[in-house]
Nanobody, 127 residues
């Protein structure tokens, strides 16, 4: 049984930093492209950052480039997202997504109906 669990969210002032962590079990983690997606009330879920199984290739949505860094530790089945210089518009529920059909390209990252996600971790940035 696949399980995905996120942690590390919280309340932070604008300009602050948070580090999100995700642990996946019940699968061969390095075989999966994975990513962080976020959703805020009234908005569609969007891909924030994605990374290939080997960690060689990454994608970032334009609004977080230069501020967020995605990384993975395959032996520990862990996905990380270092978020610096946070802005109020980064406020959202962040989901770790492990998806056998995750499509990752230079300008996009999209998940499929086969994606595994956790409950999400809330990030709130105050102005």
């Amino acid at each position: 049984q696949v399980q995905v669990a996120e942690s590390g969210g919280g309340l932070v002032q604008a300009g602050g930093s948070l580090r999100l962590s995700c642990t996946a079990s019940g699968l061969t983690f390095y075989n999966y492209n994975v990513g962080w997606f976020r959703q805020s009330p009234g908005k569609e879920r969007e891909a924030v950052a994605c990374i290939t199984g080997s960690g060689t290739f990454t994608y970032y949505t334009d609004s977080v480039k230069g501020r967020f860094t995605i990384s993975r530790d395959n032996p520990k089945n862990t996905l990380l997202l270092q978020m610096n210089s946070l802005k109020p518009e980064d406020t959202a529920l962040y989901y770790c997504t492990v998806d056998p059909d995750l499509l990752l390209a230079s300008k996009s990252c999209s998940s499929s109906s086969r994606a595994y996600r956790g409950q999400g971790t809330q990030v709130t940035v105050s102005s």
